[in-house]
């Protein structure tokens, strides 16, 4: 049957009990697994922690923490922690985040992302094999040291966000799964060349890469509301978050609309920039409208080569069509 996955809603005034009520939903309703983003709020750990405690089956994935918040080692110590407390449910989705992120609030240098990533993976897979972790990098050298316990899984997936074509390609070389975001659902398969082309220089099979977009999605009856929902949130991810997801949505030919968006909200023209998403973005890179338009367009992703669409929930959205989007997308019974 196919699998959804969805991320968990990050609301700054989210309340623990909530978090529970939604991550039990989503298990009850046959959800593949729920996703815990970190940005500059709750800790990813700490909340998936909380989720394991509370549930049984669902699978669980930090969805992402950054390579420059924590060194390898500790992921490794945490991940294979969760690991053992869950029950074998835990997935390591990775990412670099942005230079305004990773300096403003971390005080670390944004620094060689790609090779940081590829560092990270590597030593990571390798304490989680129980290997003696004798590792010599550009950036990480250690030296005598093992995981002082033997991980209930050896290998839980590590999964890369990567939208440019070098980090597509670095998944590809090292990742069991590959996170795009704001990628076309039409250039799905063409950004995933990258992705192939680095399995194969690896010696890797590419298809047993999971291909796991994150897709913006809110759903209603009510469609033109949900719709809305979600213009703003991808109006502030290329307008507002720098250059990174502007030029990535370029490159998939949105360039009118990208520049029109970009040039409203930095004239504090909000309105105007949501404006500029028109409905060929919205059925492009979000799951949105009606209920039946929303379930069409996964449909599509899974043509497209998507092994486990994500659903990312705006964060503006309300709690009702928050849940409403849950219920609405949830993944068929196998009766």
Not at 183 to 190: A, I, Q, S, T, W
Not at 270 to 292: C, F, H, I, N, Y
Not at 300 to 317: I, N, Q, R, S, T
Request: hydrophobic share 40%; net charge neutral; with cysteine.
């Amino acid at each position: 049957m196919p699998e959804i996955g969805l991320v968990a809603p990050y609301w700054s005034d989210l309340k623990t009990d909530e978090l529970v009520e939604t991550a039990r939903l989503a298990e009850d309703l046959g959800y593949h697994s729920i996703w815990v983003p970190e940005m500059w709020g709750r800790d990813a750990f700490s909340v998936l922690g909380l989720i394991a405690a509370n549930t049984v089956k669902i699978r669980l994935a930090t969805g992402i923490i950054p390579v420059y918040s924590r060194s390898p080692a500790i992921i490794a110590q945490t991940i294979a922690t969760l690991d053992e407390i869950s029950g074998g449910r835990m997935m390591l989705g990775l990412g670099t985040s942005g230079p305004a992120v990773i300096e403003g609030w971390h005080g670390v240098g944004f620094e060689k992302p790609l090779q940081r990533t590829k560092e990270c993976v590597e030593i990571i897979k390798m304490i989680l094999s129980g290997a003696r972790v004798d590792y010599e990098g550009e950036i990480f050298s250690l030296k005598g040291f093992r995981l002082q316990f033997k991980p209930l899984r050896s290998d839980i997936p590590v999964l890369v966000a990567a939208i440019g074509p070098r980090n597509v390609r670095l998944a590809g070389e090292v990742a069991d799964g590959w996170i795009p975001f704001l990628v076309p659902k039409e250039g799905l398969r063409d950004a995933g060349k990258d992705l192939r082309e680095g399995a194969l220089s690896a010696g890797r099979h590419p298809d047993r890469i999971t291909v796991c977009p994150y897709i913006t999605t809110s759903v209603s009856r009510d469609g033109e509301s949900a719709k809305n929902a979600a213009r703003e949130h991808i109006a502030y991810y290329i307008g507002g978050m720098g250059a990174y997801y502007y030029n990535a949505v370029r490159r998939h030919g949105f360039g009118d609309e990208a520049g029109a968006i970009k040039s409203a909200w930095e004239n504090g023209k909000k309105s105007a920039a949501l404006e500029a998403v028109s409905q060929r973005m919205l059925d492009s890179l979000s799951v949105s409208g009606t209920p039946e338009h929303g379930r069409s367009i996964i449909a599509d992703y899974y043509k497209e080569g998507a092994h486990l669409p994500v659903l990312v929930f705006p964060p503006k959205a309300s709690r009702a069509l928050v849940r409403e989007s849950i219920i609405s997308l949830a993944p068929p019974r196998d009766r």
